[in-house]
Structure formats: structure tokens, C-alpha cells
Nanobody, 122 residues
């Protein structure tokens, strides 16, 4: 049984930082594509970043240079370091996984966490 459990969300002022964690069980993060999506109220779920089993990463343009995805294979955990946060980053952040190459389409991801709220105040 696959489980993805996010943590690390919270309230932060603009310009601040947060680190989200996604602890996985039932699948090895080292061999799957692991991704972060986010969903703001009234908006569609948006791709943020992904890390492939090769270690290659991809980011949506709006977070490039501010967010970093990484993983710890020993802990079977994926992280999202978010720096220079902006109010428009406010959303529920979801961890997701799929086999094969990364995709920006939420429908292609098989496993999802429950989400963690990130709120950035101005």
C-alpha cells in the first residue's frame, strides 16, 4: 500500500522560507518520478516541480530560482525547499508520484498525499 505524507506547511511572511517534506511508503522515491503540485482556492491544481529517478529536475517558470526539489533515498523522502516566498505561492501543496517520465499533468500521477497548507502573508 502506497502512502505519501506531506508535512512542513504553515504561515510565513513574504520573503520567508519553508521546507516541505513528503515521506513515502510502499514505493521507493529513488525509482519513481516524484512531484509537487499546488492548488489555490478556486484554481486548478498546478504542477510545481518534479524529480526523476535519474535525479533530473524540472520546475514551473514561476518558481525557478526560488524552489528546490530534492530527495533522501535513505529516508525515502522528498523535499521542497521554498525560498523568497510570495503571497501568490499560497496554496495547498501536494506530493505525487508516477512511474516513467515527469509530467505536468496531474491526471498522470497515480499516488497523492493529503496536502499541506502554505500561506504567505504580504
Amino acid at each position: 500500500q502506497v502512502q505519501l505524507v506531506e508535512s512542513g506547511g504553515g504561515l510565513v511572511q513574504a520573503g520567508g522560507s519553508l521546507r516541505l517534506s513528503c515521506a513515502a511508503s510502499g514505493l521507493p522515491v529513488s525509482t519513481y518520478t516524484m512531484a509537487w503540485f499546488r492548488q489555490a482556492p478556486g484554481k486548478e491544481r498546478q504542477f510545481v516541480t518534479a524529480i526523476r529517478w535519474t535525479g533530473s529536475t524540472s520546475y514551473v517558470d514561476s518558481v525557478k530560482g526560488r524552489f528546490t526539489i530534492s530527495r533522501d533515498n535513505a529516508k525515502n523522502t522528498v523535499y521542497l525547499q521554498m525560498n523568497s516566498l510570495k503571497p501568490e505561492d499560497t496554496a495547498v501543496y501536494y506530493c505525487a508520484s508516477k512511474s516513467g517520465v515527469p509530467s505536468g499533468l496531474a491526471a498522470e500521477y497515480l499516488y497523492w498525499g493529503q496536502g499541506t497548507q502554505v500561506t504567505v502573508s504580504s
